[in-house]
């Protein structure tokens, strides 16, 4: 037991200083000319856009988070939602997440305190950074699997009550402003803190996590989950990107991924949870960068607090851009300015959902699989419950880094001109009709700097 | 007048995208045939606490003719060269890490697999090869320190 744990632990490396997160070798920069033309594509789509698009919403509906589009083909998408929401998938679903989650505690709890305990793999990469391409398959993924959900619903069975409803309802002024802490508190912990990679710390806030969850659950009921549970808003957000609906009636719909992102619900804290998202990724960026790891080698600041600073800096940054951006025009739709960010914050998600993908790609598809290899020997001790344990990783793409940097830069383009599309679109319908175009540069600047700079961190990592 | 301008936005975004997939390719035209031997390896010579450079025989597998690339890591008295600079590389080019320390070292190189040097104090040589095309961070530990990061292309 005592070799097979040293050797994995020669073998994984557990000294990391530059990349304190998990497993990570920063991909090779992608060439200069490729952020250059990403850039220059973006700017021209972006023009385009608001140059030769339609001039009146096209996918908004009458009120903001609506929309007009009609669904795809209801007869046949009403059979699909046959299997999905019988209630024997509902079980299944939740069971995996359960199960999911009771592996990931057993490897935490019982595994060896090593980068090479599934338990931490499980956390960072197949849950935070699976989130995304699981939610863009499958819609709002993450409440279907949730497991505070499934707890909320068996602990309500037994005592008789509604999970749905708890003791009192939410005020409508929380909106996903707990989702935007909670979503901070997750990055904090991976990115920032010194102990990320430590399975007691991972445990303690998972601890944090389901104590929260679960009594929040029991005083307001599941419209909790959906707004603070981090994860679910999360995939949710990300959800509205796929082409699975859902109308006022909970009735699944197929739909474009256009009008799909504009049933986006303005609550208020949308562009807080926006503003971590995206800044906390560009931080992750920013952080590996060499510039940055010369400062932070060179000076005699302690280190921890130049990333505290700058992680929140960068978040506090995003936010206020889009805040300005967003509420540079105002409305004659009679909401007030302030009210401005969250009705913008949907048509930035794409721009997340691009860069989070050029960002993680690798490590979610790489170090994934080696996730999923130390899942079958979760107490390092030889063993191979899952038949995974002697695969080999294929680094397919680090091996193919021309395929890897077009898929990095093409994913934030195809986000940049989502992003600008959804943000015309909402501009039409809420903005003065004598403004309608130049009141929409301000949030098409943002849309540029924020993908641009991307792509530059990208490039300067 | 609903449909020109779609289409119009179409091209325009097949033209890029286009653009876009013919830089990449050109980037990766000359795509590295396999050398055979996976992961890197590591060979050091070392002389004592004399501070004379030794030459190092030259790695196992690695042709002759290839160029070195030579890292020269000094450690004195706390002070420790270079700070997290980046250097270029290619997959299978020997890679010579020069250390003059006063202290014995251990550096770490986060290739895939990784590879360790421990250098004595006084003046030594370790060539390293890496063969998968990758962005090496190369640490010194205790202190915990990014020296170089090394762009390895195929």
């Known amino acids: 037991m005592t070799s097979a744990v040293t050797s994995a632990v020669t073998d994984s490396g557990s000294i990391v200083v530059a990349h304190s997160g998990l497993g990570n070798n920063p991909d090779l920069p992608i060439p200069f000319e490729l952020v250059v033309l990403g850039s220059v594509l973006a700017l021209a789509a972006s023009f385009t856009v608001l140059a030769v698009a339609w001039r009146r919403p096209r996918y908004d509906g009458p009120t903001p988070g609506t929309t007009r589009m009609a669904p795809w083909r209801p007869d046949l998408v009403r059979r699909v939602a046959v299997v999905t929401d019988h209630p024997a998938t509902t079980v299944v679903t939740r069971l995996l997440g359960v199960a999911f989650f009771a592996y990931l505690f057993f490897a935490l709890v019982a595994g060896p305190n090593f980068t090479i305990n599934p338990g931490l793999g499980m956390f960072y990469v197949l849950l935070w950074v699976g989130i995304v391409p699981a ?72 601890a944090a996590y389901f104590a929260i969850m679960l009594i929040g659950g029991a005083v307001f009921g599941n419209r909790f989950y959906e ?56 931080f992750d960026s920013f952080r590996e ?61 794409p721009i997340i959902v691009g860069y989070i993908g050029a960002h993680y790609l690798t490590y979610l598809f790489e170090y994934g699989q080696q996730v999923v290899i130390y899942m079958s020997d979760p107490l390092a001790n030889g063993s191979n419950l899952l038949g995974t344990a002697d695969l080999q990783a294929s680094y ?49 600047g943002l849309m540029i700097a924020l993908t641009a700079g991307g792509l530059y961190l990208l490039f300067a990592s | 007048m609903t449909r020109r301008p779609h289409r119009r936005t179409a091209t325009a975004l097949v033209a890029g995208a286009l653009t876009l997939g013919l830089v990449a390719c050109g980037g990766q035209a000359d795509d ?85 040097i421990e250098a004595e104090a006084g003046t030594s040589e370790h060539t390293v090869t890496i063969d998968t095309p990758s962005s090496v961070d190369v640490e010194l530990h205790e202190p915990e320190r990014l020296l170089v990061r090394i762009d390895v292309r195929p």
């Open chain 2, 32 to 116: 590295a045939d396999d050398t055979g031997s996976d992961g890197s390896s590591e060979s050091s010579s070392t002389s004592g606490g004399s501070g004379s450079a030794s030459t190092a025989p030259s790695a196992p597998g690695s042709s002759d003719t290839a160029d070195s690339l030579v890292v020269d890591v000094t450690i004195e008295g706390g002070e420790v060269r270079p700070n997290g600079e980046r250097l270029e590389a290619t997959v299978g080019q020997p890679i010579v890490f020069r250390v003059t320390t006063d202290v014995p070292a251990e550096i770490h190189g986060h290739s895939s697999p990784e590879f360790t």
């Open chain 1, 135 to 206: 939610s863009l398959l499958f819609g709002r993924f993450y409440r279907a699997f949730s497991p505070v959900r499934a707890i909320n619903a068996a602990l309500a069975r037994v005592a008789g009550t509604d999970p749905e409803h708890g003791m009192r309802d939410l005020p409508s002024w929380v909106g996903y402003w707990p989702a935007a802490v909670g979503l901070y508190a997750f990055v904090w912990l991976e990115l920032v803190s010194v102990s990320s990679v430590e399975t007691g710390s991972v445990r303690l806030w998972l």
């Open chain 1, 289 to 349: 960068s060499l510039p940055f790891i010369r400062f932070v080698q060179d000076t005699t600041i302690d280190s921890d607090l130049i990333l505290n600073v700058t992680l929140l800096g960068l978040v506090v940054l995003v936010g206020l851009l889009l805040a300005a951006a967003s509420a540079a025009t105002g409305s004659d739709a009679g909401i007030p300015r302030i009210r401005m960010p969250a009705q913008m914050g949907h048509s930035i998600v």
């Open chain 1, 227 to 282: 707004h603070a549970d981090p994860f679910e808003v999360y995939s949710t957000l990300v959800g509205h990107l796929s082409i699975w609906g859902r109308d006022d009636h909970g009735t699944l719909l197929v739909r474009s991924p256009l009008a799909n992102l504009s049933t986006i619900v303005p609550v208020p804290g949308l562009a807080a949870v926006v503003a971590v998202l995206f800044g906390s990724t560009a």
């Open chain 1, 396 to 444: 397919f793409l680090t091996d193919n880094v021309g395929l890897l940097a077009f898929l990095q830069v093409g994913g934030v383009v195809v986000g940049h001109i989502v992003a600008a599309v959804a943000s015309h679109d909402r501009s039409l319908a809420l903005l003065p009709k004598n403004h309608q175009l130049t009141g929409q540069l301000p949030m098409l």
